[in-house]
């Protein structure tokens, strides 16, 4: 079994600055890509960004790429989504996603990110 628990979300203008964390406990070992996924209201969830664990490879959807950034601190379990140039379209709750190396999926529970004028 995994936990993730997001945090950070929160009210921010066009332009500014936020960073996403999901922190993972559990069987966080059988981890093998983390993910950042939104969801803006009236739409479907979307992928945002993907981290392959314990590696450096990164991949990002083309509306986020130069202004999302994914990272993770291994030692403490905590996956990061740093978001600069906000724009409203960013607007959504943001999901944490775990694939499991046996291809289980784990969410966490969303945080919201409002970008407003």
């Known amino acids: 079994q995994l936990q993730l628990v997001e945090s950070g979300g929160a009210l921010v203008q066009p332009g500014g600055s936020l960073r996403l964390s999901c922190a993972a406990s559990?069987?966080?070992?059988?981890?093998?890509?983390l993910g950042w996924f939104r969801q803006a209201p009236g739409k479907e969830r979307e992928w945002v960004a993907s981290?392959?664990?314990?590696?450096?490879?990164?991949t990002y959807t083309d509306s986020v790429k130069g202004r999302f950034t994914i990272f993770e601190d291994n030692g403490q379990d905590v996956l990061y989504l740093q978001m600069n140039s906000l724009k409203p379209e960013d607007t959504a709750t943001y999901y944490c996603?775990?694939?499991?190396?046996?291809?289980?999926?784990?969410w966490g529970q969303g945080t919201q990110v409002t970008v407003f004028a």
């Open positions: 981290i392959v664990r314990n590696s450096p490879h990164t």
């Open positions: 996603n775990a694939r499991m190396a046996e291809g289980r999926d784990y």
């Open positions: 559990g069987s966080s070992l059988a981890i093998s890509t």
